[in-house]
């Protein structure tokens, strides 16, 4: 596989479950981002992970949590979500946040979510 | 904080039709400005971007050039496709210590028919 891969494509769940989102990247990149995507919003950025380690969080309710074991994946843990976080959520990775200057990112296609 | 203004969408054109896509911005600093565009399906991806002001960015025909002076970093294409039809994002990055913090827009869909 190429590119950045995120799973389940789709998901709903109740306000009380426990579910979570995996993005996998395979282009040698080492910085990884949570972007949520709503309608009629901008693109919203929740999290930048470089190297492994959280660099922005940019104040995200903590029934988000976010994990990045390495620098080839990200997980987004969700617990006791509200109706109002039903949105797509964007996985996506660039080289490393000190160095690449290029404002590249690439982006997955996404993790549809329902809360209902 | 810094902000991102794009034209309300929809806009629907006919194949071979010009295209614009207004995108304006409100940053401190000297942000690099993108456009991003969304197929169908799949996630964003990179259409072009310029990173001071006066330059051009360049892709598949599009072009956007960097306004300081109107804060401005429109889309154009002189002769749009069926297979253009996607949501674009305009977007800034104010660098310095930390890249890769994009702010968007709020998309624009286009749609267009043969």
């Known amino acids: 596989e190429t590119g950045v891969t995120q799973t389940p494509r789709h998901l709903v769940m109740g306000m009380t479950n426990k579910k979570s989102l995996k993005c996998e990247q395979h282009?040698?990149?080492?910085?990884m981002y949570w972007y949520k995507q709503s309608a009629k919003k901008p693109l919203e950025l929740m999290f930048v992970?470089?190297?492994?380690?959280?660099?922005e969080n940019n104040s995200v309710p903590s029934r988000f949590s976010p994990e990045c074991p390495n620098s080839s994946h990200l997980f987004l843990h969700l617990h006791t979500l509200q109706p109002e976080d039903s949105a797509l959520y964007l996985c996506a990775s660039s080289q490393d946040v000190w160095r690449d200057k290029t404002g590249e990112l690439f982006f997955g296609e996404g993790s549809r979510l329902t809360v209902l | 904080g810094d902000s991102v203004t794009q034209m309300e969408g929809p806009v629907t054109l006919s194949e071979e039709a010009f295209l614009t896509i207004n995108c304006t911005y409100t940053?401190?600093?000297?942000?690099?400005l993108f456009w991003y565009v969304q197929y169908p399906g799949e996630g964003l991806q990179l259409l072009l971007k310029a990173t001071k002001a006066d330059d051009k960015g360049s892709n598949k025909g599009f072009e956007a050039t960097y306004r300081k002076e109107t804060t401005s970093f429109h889309l154009e294409k002189g002769s749009v496709q069926v297979s253009d039809s996607a949501v674009y994002f305009c977007a800034l990055e104010v660098g310095g210590t930390s890249y890769g913090k994009l702010t968007f827009g709020q998309g624009t869909i286009l749609t267009v028919h043969p």
């Open positions: 992970y470089n190297f492994k380690e959280q660099t």
């Open positions: 282009l040698g990149h080492n910085a």
């Open positions: 940053a401190t600093g000297y942000p690099s």
